[in-house]
């Protein structure tokens, strides 16, 4: 059976890991001792264009989340928010003509942000999902990350549209809702829509109306000049990755829409599919291998934190039919997946 490789969980810039820094400081923290708990030194902060590896963030939220003696540190952090947290990505946005515009390029560059975890757009009748998938399994951080990207994402489109009336149709949480009910107010104070959770997944819905809403302050020329700086930083940042990194973060984009292709794969590289195989191999791993390790540690989530059926999630991850997911997975982990999730509930706590 094949071992599970050490979770990934990206990085993250030093603006974003910023608004962290400076909720907590408003909880009370004093900046040198959590930037000593989670190993972090000072003057990397002075580089704005820096990144952090996400076991760093991790590391302070274990720190901060025991302490700051707030449920809500992570949707509460949105208030923190500035264009810098985005890096050059906010500036782009900002310049865009609709909030269309602006969420169609997260995708493209929210790895100046951090790839701590997916964004997407997709559509229900009626609505626009813009959804986020987390990298994170650890639950608490898990939980306060998606609420301060979310909330985050709320507050900076109302501030790029100048309009602190727009709101969502609703807000889905995978997670559950706050022990303490009193504190719901708080996500109504925040979305001012219905707020939804246990979901199968956390995303913002909006209305396509709302997607079409102007913004403030639109500048073709100076988002062309943004974009073309963004495009050298992502270029300088590709250079950082091993090509095992670049492929396995290519697969997670694909996987949700369609089954890979090598040949598709190695065309994003630059290559031909036996270089890539080579270059790989270089690395002491292969396009399989990446493709098998993606698959089962998506399976786990989607199996473990959602209400997909079996036939969807082999949808999701690109195989033709669920016997072929089925015989997968059972090889790769031990277990079928009806087998594995009937695990997971005979480990969880009973209800209260």
């Not at 998606?146 to 900076?156: D, G, H, K, R």
């Not at 727009?166 to 995978?174: C, D, I, K, Q, Y």
């Amino acid at each position: 059976m094949t071992q599970p490789v050490a979770e990934n969980l990206g990085f993250i810039s030093v603006p974003a890991l910023q608004q962290y820094l400076r909720s907590a400081e408003a909880c009370g923290l004093v900046r040198e001792k959590m930037l000593a708990e989670a190993d972090i030194p000072a003057e990397v902060l002075l580089d704005n264009n820096g990144r952090l590896p996400g076991e760093v963030l991790l590391r302070l939220l274990q720190y901060i989340l025991p302490r700051c003696g707030n449920p809500l540190f992570g949707l509460q952090t949105s208030q923190y928010i500035q264009p810098g947290s985005y890096s050059v990505m906010g500036y782009i946005a900002m310049t865009s003509n609709t909030l269309a515009e602006a969420v169609m390029r997260m995708p493209q560059y929210e790895k100046l942000v951090g790839d701590m975890g997916i964004s997407s757009v997709e559509h229900e009748p009626g609505a626009v999902i813009v959804r986020w998938d987390c990298r994170f399994s650890e639950p608490l951080a898990r939980r306060h990350i998606i609420e301060n990207v979310l909330a985050s994402w709320t507050t900076y489109s109302r501030w790029m549209a100048d309009n602190q009336e727009l709101s969502p149709l609703a807000v889905r949480f995978e997670h559950d809702p706050p022990a303490d009910r009193s504190l719901l107010k708080h996500y109504q104070s925040i979305f001012r829509c219905p707020v939804y959770f246990n979901q199968p997944m956390s995303a913002l819905l909006a209305s396509p109306q709302l997607f079409e809403y102007p913004l403030r302050s639109p500048d073709a020329t100076l988002r062309e000049t943004l974009e073309q700086h963004a495009q050298s930083t992502m270029a300088a940042l590709k250079e950082k990755y091993s090509l095992g990194d670049q492929v396995r973060s290519l697969l997670r984009a694909m996987l949700s829409d369609t089954s890979p292709r090598k040949e598709f794969v190695a065309d994003q590289m630059g290559m031909n599919v036996r270089t890539l195989h080579r270059k790989l191999a270089d690395e002491n791993t292969s396009y399989q291998q990446i493709l098998d390790e993606l698959r089962a540690e998506l399976a786990r989530k989607y199996l473990q934190q959602s209400l997909l059926s079996v036939e969807d999630i082999a949808r999701k991850l690109g195989f033709t039919e669920s016997r072929s997911f089925i015989r997968y997975f059972k090889g790769y982990v031990g277990l079928t997946p009806g087998e594995f999730r009937q695990t997971l509930r005979d480990e969880a706590p009973p209800a209260p």
